[in-house]
């Protein structure tokens, strides 16, 4: 059917929270409101559990200056979740619908998210029921299909950048051998950002790892030999998803290795960004192989976890833009037909930095991530190429102005 006719609204967010999830929310409640076709907008409760227990906030009377507020605000200001449901969970949320006049869904998320839009307005459309159904990306692993970028991603990377700048200032001031975990299950996208802050040929970070690459200790070791041998420091980014020559994670490998047990979450994954034992084995690694007197060895690890995702006040100006565009983009396409799928964003070929909307299938978003080009990461696979930096650095905007001695 091309008309939906009045009916209600359900929008949720699932996934990891980012800087600017809220701005996508807000984006779309905002042309909602503005529509005679719709009625109740309803807010789900922690994403598609609330969905199916019922658990809805009205959003419709929500004060504009409040929603510009949630909108400023990081994290995912409905709740998230982690629940990849099957077809026997997508029967009860299309059975929910049904019974709330839901005419309308939109679902702010990564690929796992798409997924779930894709099953439900399946099962709607085989059942003839009109269902409009719209995923809004978001995830700062930037690795959606289709979409150049992914909201969220822009601040993330600011974040880390950011992080690295004023580490490599501290592991300057004490030199030593600095190694820092960076959120990245299987892509690089994240880590790679480490890089943007660099101003001077021995800035760091002096190697980066990211999954797109067979991880090898031996070449580690011999990477951070030669960088600490010529440099007197070296500071490292390695992505928390590093997978060894039979594509298994080294976390989980290490893990295994050591007889401890590997968490994983609702959809499966391996839970990699909740422990230090990436940094640690690594740190642990080079201090027993180096073959530099111990005492004058200085190894230290950090894993930056969480704090990448929602970090207040820390969102790119341009991340906060389009997150909220996505949004909006997202109810306009609904309101305007008999349309279903996702908003992506194209870059338009021009001197300047700009974008174009367009709507994707829901198919082409689901379930399969997007990696790090090849030709993005140097030849050596242990660093970032200026390729990657022309790409990223209009996400990311202006970075701290740091001044040397």
Not at 80 to 95: L, Q
């Amino acid at each position: 059917m091309s008309d939906a006719g009045k009916g209600n609204v359900v929008i949720g967010q699932s996934g990891g929270p980012t800087a600017v999830i809220n701005q996508s929310l807000v984006g779309a409640v905002e042309v909602l409101k503005d529509s005679d076709d719709v009625g109740r907008i309803m807010g789900a409760r922690h994403g598609v559990a609330g969905i199916v227990a019922e658990n809805f906030v009205d959003l419709n009377d929500v004060d504009a200056a409040v929603l510009e507020a949630v909108a400023n605000t990081p994290a995912a200001a409905l709740g998230s979740s982690r629940d990849k449901p099957d077809e026997a969970y997508c029967r009860k949320i299309f059975e929910v619908f049904k019974k709330n006049d839901v005419k309308y869904f939109f679902y702010i998320g990564g690929n796992d998210s798409a997924d779930a839009a894709r099953i439900v307005n399946e099962m709607a459309s085989a059942s003839d029921y009109e269902l409009r159904t719209f995923h809004i990306p978001k995830t700062i692993d930037n690795d959606l299909r289709v979409t150049d970028h992914c909201p969220g991603y822009g601040s993330a990377a600011k974040f880390v950048a950011s992080a690295f700048m004023g580490d490599d200032r501290d592991s300057a001031a004490l030199p030593g051998i600095k190694i820092n975990v960076v959120m990245g299950r299987d892509a690089g996208w994240l880590t790679a950002a480490s890089v943007l802050g660099n101003t001077d040929p021995v800035d760091g970070p002096h190697l980066v790892y990211v999954p797109e690459v067979e991880f090898s200790t031996e070449q580690f070791l011999a990477d951070v030999r030669e960088i600490y041998g010529r440099l007197g420091r070296c500071q490292i980014a390695v992505s928390e998803g590093i997978k060894d020559k039979t594509g298994t994670s080294v976390t989980v490998a290490l893990a295994e290795t050591l007889g401890h047990r590997v968490e994983r979450d609702s959809h499966g994954n391996p839970q990699l960004s909740g422990t230090g034992a990436l940094g640690d084995f690594l740190s642990d690694y080079l201090k027993a192989n180096m073959k530099v007197p111990h005492e004058s060895l200085r190894v230290r690890a950090d894993t930056f976890g969480y704090l990448q995702r929602s970090f207040a006040g820390y969102a790119s100006q341009i991340d906060r833009i389009e997150a909220r565009q996505c949004g909006r983009k997202a109810a306009e396409y609904a309101m305007s037909g008999d349309l279903d799928g996702s908003v992506a964003m194209k870059r338009v070929e021009s001197a300047d930095y700009q974008i174009e909307y367009v709507r994707a299938e829901l198919s082409d978003v689901a379930r399969v991530t997007k990696p790090l080009p090849r030709d993005f990461i140097n030849e050596s696979g242990n660093g970032i190429t200026e390729g990657f930096i022309s790409y990223a650095a209009p996400l990311v905007g202006e970075l701290p102005v740091l001044g040397k001695l």
